[in-house]
Nanobody, 127 residues
Framework: QVQLVESGGGLVQAGGSLRLSCAASGRTFSSYAMAWFRQAPGKEREFVAVVYSSGGATDYAASVKGRFTISRDNAKNTVYLQMNMLKPEDTADYYC????????????????????WGQGTQVTVSS
């Protein structure tokens, strides 16, 4: 499994932007689908976005589509989450996650599909 370290969280006003980064260890980063999840206080961890290992296709939760962009740089073993037009309801701890692609069916919105997780980075959006 890869080791993941997130960075880039902080406090921002509503309407502002932040970019989260997730640096991964290991030499097989390109074999992993990478995702961002978030967890607000008292709530379950929820899917935000995923970028697949092959071709870089992406998918987003409806709540962030059009505002957030996930991307990856395989040369740098890094995945990013650009967050624009932030809202107070985006306040949460954001976690990076990795899924080793094996060709078997899997569900990217399921937290149990991911074997590696970062420690999280806090994002607070003030109104």
């Amino acid at each position: 499994q890869v080791q993941l370290v997130e960075s880039g969280g902080g406090l921002v006003q509503a309407g502002g932007s932040l970019r989260l980064s997730c640096a991964a260890s290991g030499r097989t980063f390109s074999s992993y689908a990478m995702a961002w999840f978030r967890q607000a206080p008292g709530k379950e961890r929820e899917f935000v976005a995923v970028v697949y290992s092959s071709g870089g296709a992406t998918d987003y939760a409806a709540s962030v589509k059009g505002r957030f962009t996930i991307s990856r740089d395989n040369a740098k073993n890094t995945v990013y989450l650009q967050m624009n037009m932030l809202k107070p309801e985006d306040t949460a701890d954001y976690y990076c996650a990795a899924h080793l692609t094996t060709g078997r069916l899997w569900f990217p919105r399921d937290v149990n599909a991911f074997g590696s997780w970062g420690q999280g980075t806090q994002v607070t959006v003030s109104s």
